[in-house]
């Protein structure tokens, strides 16, 4: 399967090379972990892997397993640091045109910290 080309000038990837400053809040040797710069809820933290990845389709195509499963991990071990894995929280990876994606790397946010309402209302 042919890769997606990776830019590596984007702004995640100038975070990773310690180029722009982030709040961090978790990080482990595949993963970092900081807040949204224009949070969308109460609680907002963006997961990234450390690897070169556009999005979860060439993730999940060409990540290592390890790299996966720390990604996963990580996704988890937040949710509980920023104290939304009992309350409940929402989880978005916006991939590609369709997907409204603006960093073309791969990101999850973790939404949460109060009631989200309904998920995706349709565009007009
Ligand atoms: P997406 O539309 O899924 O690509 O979301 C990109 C997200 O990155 C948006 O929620 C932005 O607010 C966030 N963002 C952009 N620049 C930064 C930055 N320097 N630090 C933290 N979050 C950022």
Known sequence: MSRPAYDDQNIFA????GEIPCNKVDECPHTLSFSDIQPQASVHILVIPKGSYVDM???AAHAPAEEQA????AL???????GVA????RL???TGQNGHQEV???HMHILGGEPLGPMCPRPS
């Open 57 to 59: 389709a060439d993730f």
């Open 92 to 94: 978005i990876a916006n």
């Open 86 to 89: 009992e309350s409940g929280f």
């Open 14 to 17: 100038r975070i990773l090379r």
């Open 76 to 82: 988890g071990r937040v949710a509980h640091q920023v």
């Open 70 to 73: 720390a990604f996963v991990a």
């Open 104 to 106: 073309p790397h791969l």
